[in-house]
């Protein structure tokens, strides 16, 4: 499970006279106190406040009319469903005597390495919950998490449990942003007004999926916008089926519940036991979308990502996908390979095909040995070339699935989610492993493990090409196979925990089918995600501006394919295919032995100035100047260097029309007295640009690319000049 990362510097107060808890970090105060009943209520969360600003004491709600109890109109922290309550509750639970009722009351609190733990208790159930919180000292961002612990002498059934509820100020003017699609079509950003009533997003998918992510943002009325506007924002970390739910009251309350989707699940707790939930970030800036997007970039960058803000730089990415599909065989690798290494590339990653009977997608999957047919004296070979030529080796994994035509399913048709004597859904001819299983995840950890220690694997692409079906746990008694969908996913987590353990060079990317699991649990475990198949790079502007309204540009993962591309059929230059994916981490997924002399020194700049403006790209902080949302004809993006030394300006036009000149660009984020001096990587600015000018200059008169025709890219880099 992932735990909250500590809060450094951050120290939670308690306010004993008035019963009120508080946490203060980076621009924000989030407050909370107890009631006269015990039940333990939201005060504050918003812009930080003065050290001592009044925030207490919490009063219950009066009861309105007998239809709206007290019990529903009082923003609670983490209400259980018992007692007259008819909102939606953080907990639901059922004995097995028949019970079904819950209230949950303070009980005690204790502050330690900077987090705070608040137990909430119905002693005459037996249940006792744990509230963790931790805050980030630099973006203010709080986790939150719940440890359910079942005290009584009877068991129970969790039916429902949240890991937070979050309570915003009362208003009627708020709206919701969220991020929905499908595969190829992932990161569509929609906006509605939250209205009385309730929204869910969620996935039953039995993975994050990519129909819904588990990201919000929610800002008042039309104000809100990418530098103006209070916004509350959230991130789930979990990578399994999810919901996230936003109510607006009878009395105009905001509340957004979130954790493990009710769907079919059902946790049994012995007297004992306890489950805890996944964490659910959730921040506040006053400062609009853009600024919400980089502190929740800072954050995943420094506290999420597994080596946090020591994460190297991604290399440049060769994959060899496009140009062999299944037909890999150790010639046609090292051609590639050479060919790669001429252009600057540093990873070489082969992809599907290499193990087992792996011809086509209906074979091979859960037999992962080496094709000795293709290579007939293992991977070492293909490896040492690929480490020769400078460049460090990947390969493409697929762990968790297994086709039927395998000699695992063969030996082990029990070993996949499935129910008795019912047909087995496939999807790409395969099925899932039920990893929730011990056997089943030793033998994955098994075999990964014996992989990376026999070859000299530096990274792992890591996909996961369909959703669940038939969730069954046939060796579990029936009142506790529904515990598949937490035990799955902590296994998941636990392997590649101690894969990393064990070997702890070895990068890994998660991928599945694109962008169906990308959320904050798998990012604490993995290098950079694929968020989605699709590589047009016309679509893909519209793709990676969804994706970083909720996630950092250092972990994604961008590629320069073919063209035409297969994904539309459409046509596009070499020049706005990189500086596309230039956006990103940038790879190239095309096909090599095709390009011409021209290609591949084109190939050679765009990859040279990459290396130069990367740091920035994938550490700095991220502008969108121009939305390409609703395939709107531009797009433009703007990354400024932390330190502000330097700035990297990508502009497009999909579609020009009727003459009309690109929208001028005022830069963000430079420093207004400082001088910076432009160049360009590709691109032509209008006449009488100066050379060099302030950061004012070019933040307030801006800069003009001139754009004539239909998909047209330019990229400029401003340097600061001289010492600060």
């Given at each position: 499970?992932?735990?909250?990362?500590s809060?450094?510097?951050?120290?939670?107060?308690?306010?004993?006279?008035?019963?009120?808890?508080?946490?203060d970090?980076?621009?924000?105060?989030?407050?909370?106190?107890?009631?006269?009943?015990?039940?333990?209520?939201?005060?504050?969360?918003?812009?930080?406040?003065?050290?001592g600003?009044?925030?207490?004491?919490?009063?219950?709600?009066?009861?309105r009319?007998?239809?709206?109890?007290?019990?529903s109109?009082?923003?609670?922290?983490?209400?259980?469903?018992?007692?007259?309550?008819?909102?939606?509750?953080?907990?639901?639970?059922?004995?097995?005597?028949?019970?079904?009722?819950?209230?949950?009351?303070?009980?005690?609190?204790?502050?330690?390495?900077?987090?705070?733990?608040?137990?909430?208790?119905?002693?005459?159930?037996?249940?006792?919950?744990?509230?963790?919180?931790?805050?980030?000292?630099?973006?203010?961002?709080i986790?939150?998490?719940?440890?359910?612990?079942?005290t009584?002498?009877?068991?129970?059934?969790?039916?429902?449990?949240?890991?937070?509820?979050?309570?915003?100020?009362?208003g009627?003017?708020?709206?919701l942003r969220?991020?929905?699609?499908?595969?190829?079509?992932?990161?569509?950003?929609?906006t509605?007004?939250?209205?009385?009533?309730?929204?869910?997003?969620?996935s039953?998918?039995?993975?994050?999926?990519?129909?819904?992510?588990?990201?919000?943002?929610?800002?008042?009325?039309?104000?809100?916008s990418?530098?103006?506007?209070?916004?509350?924002?959230?991130?789930?970390?979990?990578?399994?089926?999810w919901?996230?739910?936003?109510?607006e009251?009878?009395?105009?309350?905001?509340?957004?519940?979130?954790?493990?989707?009710?769907?079919?699940?059902?946790?049994?707790?012995?007297?004992?036991q306890?489950l805890?939930t996944?964490?659910?970030?959730a921040?506040?800036?006053?400062?609009?979308?853009?600024?919400?997007?980089?502190?929740?970039?800072?954050?995943?960058?420094?506290?999420?990502?597994?080596?946090?803000?020591?994460?190297?730089?991604?290399?440049?990415?060769?994959?060899?996908?496009?140009?062999?599909?299944?037909?890999?065989?150790?010639?046609?690798?090292?051609?590639?390979?050479?060919?790669?290494a001429?252009l600057?590339?540093?990873?070489?990653?082969?992809?599907?095909?290499?193990?087992?009977?792996?011809?086509?997608?209906r074979?091979?999957?859960?037999?992962?040995?080496?094709?000795?047919?293709?290579?007939?004296?293992?991977?070492?070979?293909?490896?040492?070339?690929?480490?020769?030529?400078?460049?460090?080796?990947?390969?493409?994994?697929?762990p968790?699935?297994?086709?039927?035509d395998?000699?695992?399913?063969?030996?082990?048709?029990?070993?996949?989610?499935?129910?008795?004597?019912?047909?087995?859904?496939?999807?790409r001819?395969?099925?899932?492993?039920?990893?929730?299983?011990?056997?089943?995840?030793?033998?994955?950890?098994?075999?990964l493990?014996?992989?990376?220690?026999?070859?000299?694997?530096?990274f792992?692409?890591?996909?996961?090409?369909?959703?669940?079906?038939e969730?069954?746990?046939?060796?579990?008694?029936?009142?506790?196979?529904q515990?598949?969908?937490?035990?799955?996913?902590?296994?998941?987590?636990?392997?590649?925990?101690?894969l990393?353990?064990?070997?702890?060079?070895?990068?890994?990317?998660?991928?599945?089918?694109g962008?169906?699991?990308?959320?904050?649990?798998?990012?604490?475990?993995?290098?950079?995600?694929?968020?989605?198949?699709?590589?047009?790079?016309?679509?893909?502007?519209?793709?990676?501006?969804?994706?970083?309204?909720?996630?950092?540009?250092?972990?994604?993962?961008?590629?320069?394919?073919?063209?035409?591309?297969?994904?539309?059929?459409?046509?596009?230059?070499?020049?706005?295919?990189?500086?596309?994916?230039?956006?990103?981490?940038?790879?190239?997924?095309?096909?090599?032995?095709?390009?011409?002399?021209?290609?591949?020194?084109t190939?050679?700049?765009?990859?040279?100035?990459?290396?130069?403006?990367?740091?920035?790209?994938?550490?700095?902080?991220l502008?969108r100047?121009?939305?390409?949302?609703?395939?709107?004809?531009?797009?433009?993006?703007?990354?400024?260097?932390?330190?502000?030394?330097?700035?990297?300006?990508?502009?497009?036009?999909?579609q020009?029309?009727?003459?009309?000149?690109?929208?001028?660009?005022?830069?963000?984020?430079?420093?207004?007295?400082?001088?910076?001096?432009?160049?360009?990587?590709?691109?032509?600015?209008?006449?009488?640009?100066?050379?060099?000018?302030?950061?004012?200059?070019?933040?307030?008169?801006?800069?003009?690319?001139?754009?004539?025709?239909?998909?047209?890219?330019?990229?400029?880099?401003?340097?600061?000049?001289?010492?600060?």
């Open positions: 499970m992932t735990r909250p990362p809060a450094a510097n951050t120290s939670p107060t308690y306010d004993a006279s008035h019963r009120v808890f508080r946490l970090a980076g621009g924000v105060t989030y407050a909370m106190g107890v009631d006269s009943e015990g039940k333990l209520q939201t005060l504050y969360w918003g812009a930080r406040l003065a050290s600003d009044p925030l207490g004491p919490a009063m219950p709600a009066p009861e009319s007998s239809f709206d109890p007290a019990g109109l009082s923003p609670q922290e983490y209400a259980g469903w018992g007692g007259a309550m008819t909102a939606t509750p953080a907990l639901k639970i059922r004995l097995a005597d028949g019970n079904r009722d819950l209230v949950l009351r303070y009980d005690s609190y204790t502050i330690e390495s900077g987090g705070l733990s608040i137990l909430l208790r119905d002693a005459q159930v037996g249940v006792a919950v744990s509230l963790r919180y931790t805050a980030d000292t630099a973006t203010g961002i986790g939150r998490s719940a440890h359910i612990e079942n009584g002498k009877q068991a129970l059934v969790v039916d429902s449990a949240a890991s937070a509820a979050w309570n915003l100020p009362r009627s003017d708020y709206s969220y991020l929905t699609g499908t595969w190829a079509g992932e990161w569509h950003l929609q509605r007004a939250i209205t009385p009533g309730a929204t869910v997003l969620e039953r998918r039995g993975s994050t999926g990519d129909e819904n992510n588990p990201w919000f943002a929610i800002g008042r009325g039309n104000a809100w990418e530098t103006h506007g209070d916004v509350w924002f959230g991130a789930l970390a979990w990578s399994g089926s919901s996230i739910r936003v109510d009251d009878i009395l105009g309350q905001v509340r957004v519940v979130g954790g493990y989707n009710p769907f079919d699940f059902g946790y049994k707790l012995s007297p004992g306890a805890d996944p964490v659910f970030y921040g506040y800036t006053r400062d609009g979308m853009g600024e919400a997007s980089r502190l929740l970039h800072r954050f995943e960058r420094d506290r999420i990502l597994p080596e946090g803000s020591k994460t190297p730089l991604r290399p440049v990415l060769y994959n060899s996908w496009e140009a062999t599909e299944f037909k890999v065989d150790e010639p046609g690798q090292v051609r590639l390979a050479e060919k790669a001429a600057g590339v540093e990873r070489f990653v082969m992809d599907d095909g290499w193990f087992g009977a792996r011809n086509t997608d074979a091979g999957l859960g037999d992962w040995v080496v094709n000795r047919n293709k290579f007939p004296n293992g991977l070492k070979p293909l490896i040492d070339k690929v480490h020769g030529l400078g460049m460090s080796f990947g390969l493409w994994v697929e968790e699935m297994i086709n039927a395998s000699d695992l399913y063969r030996a082990h048709p029990d070993w996949v989610l499935n129910f008795p004597g019912r047909d087995r859904s496939e999807g001819h395969q099925m899932v492993l039920n990893l929730a299983r011990e056997d089943v995840k030793a033998h994955v950890l098994e075999v493990d014996g992989l990376l220690k026999d070859n000299d694997i530096q792992l692409k890591w996909d996961y090409n369909r959703n669940w079906s969730p069954g746990w046939p060796q579990m008694s029936p009142d506790e196979q515990k598949v969908y937490v035990a799955y996913v902590d296994n998941l987590y636990d392997i590649i925990r101690e990393r353990k064990r070997h702890p060079k070895v990068e890994i990317e998660s991928c599945s089918g962008g169906a699991r990308v959320d904050l649990g798998i990012m604490a475990l993995t290098d950079e995600v694929w968020p989605s198949d699709n590589t047009d790079p016309s679509d893909r502007l519209s793709i990676q501006d969804g994706f970083s309204q909720a996630y950092a540009p250092a972990t994604m993962m961008a590629w320069v394919t073919g063209s035409p591309n297969w994904v539309n059929n459409r046509t596009s230059s070499l020049d706005f295919r990189f500086l596309s994916s230039m956006q990103g981490g940038l790879g190239i997924g095309a096909n090599l032995l095709e390009w011409t002399a021209a290609d591949e020194a190939a050679r700049h765009y990859i040279t100035e990459y290396k130069a403006i990367r740091g920035t790209v994938q550490k700095g902080d502008y100047l121009l939305s390409p949302q609703d395939r709107a004809p531009w797009s433009a993006t703007e990354s400024v260097a932390g330190d502000g030394s330097q700035a990297v300006l990508f502009a497009f036009q999909r020009g029309e009727e003459a009309r000149p690109f929208p001028t660009l005022r830069l963000r984020g430079l420093e207004p007295a400082a001088r910076y001096r432009f160049r360009s990587i590709h691109g032509t600015v209008a006449p009488g640009t100066p050379e060099v000018a302030s950061g004012a200059y070019w933040m307030e008169h801006g800069v003009n690319v001139l754009m004539r025709g239909d998909l047209q890219a330019a990229g400029l880099v401003f340097e600061r000049d001289g010492k600060r």
